[in-house]
């Protein structure tokens, strides 16, 4: 699998598929069974003009696949982080990233590049590269490039929105090496958007 989406909510979907679209083999990963279950079924239970049919197609082409193993992340060369941040009522809960990054950080491959889609509060995101490096540590593991690239959805035009950005957004919170970096602007080749 070159890449892992965790979390396939309406974000982690549309990058799912979209990465489909774009040629990549990719795994949409969601811990919650139920989750699973229905995205194996389809349709999708998001409004978003053309996704049914790009999750399908992708599904089709083997291209995309659904798990609720979240040791899948251990064959994915980059992986996409787009689980919820908000809590419902207009403020933030870190509880649910956090608990992701518990999961998956310790199985990513020395060679992973981690990429958070997820909005993330502005004090959660100063200790983004601090959580992240630690828990390698304690693994035993190397160090990995965390990246974030947020994402522009707009409300009914989330397929568009990915397909064909107006911009790519990369923030660098741990690249040493310019790895991770290097590796995204390789993979958004088949866009025209600015990479910013």
């Known amino acids: 699998m070159a890449g892992g989406v965790v979390g396939v909510g309406l974000v982690g979907a549309v990058t799912s598929g979209g990465l489909g679209a774009q040629g990549h083999d990719v795994g949409g990963i969601e811990v919650a069974a139920q ?14 003009p053309g996704l049914d049919g ?12 659904f798990t609720a193993d979240t040791a899948a992340v251990a064959d994915a060369e980059v992986i996409f982080v787009a689980v919820g941040t908000h809590d419902g009522n207009g ?78 957004v990369l923030g660098l919170a741990h690249d040493v090496v310019a790895r991770g970096a290097d590796r995204l602007r390789r993979r958004c080749r088949g866009t025209d958007a600015p990479i910013l």
Do not use: Y
Request: aromatic share 6%.
């Open 35 to 48: 989750r699973t279950e229905a995205r194996l079924e389809g349709p999708m239970p998001f409004h978003g």
């Open 54 to 65: 790009m999750v399908a197609a992708n599904r089709a082409a083997r291209r995309l696949s």
């Open 91 to 168: 403020g933030w809960q870190t509880g649910t990233i956090q608990a992701c990054l518990n999961e998956i950080v310790p199985r990513l491959a020395d060679e992973a590049v981690l990429v958070i889609r997820s909005t993330l509060p502005p004090w959660f995101l100063a200790r983004l590269a601090g959580i992240v490096g630690r828990m390698r540590e304690e693994a035993g593991r190397g160090e990995v490039p965390v990246i974030l690239n947020p994402e522009f959805t707009k409300a009914g035009t989330p397929v568009k929105d990915f397909l064909e950005p107006e911009r790519i």
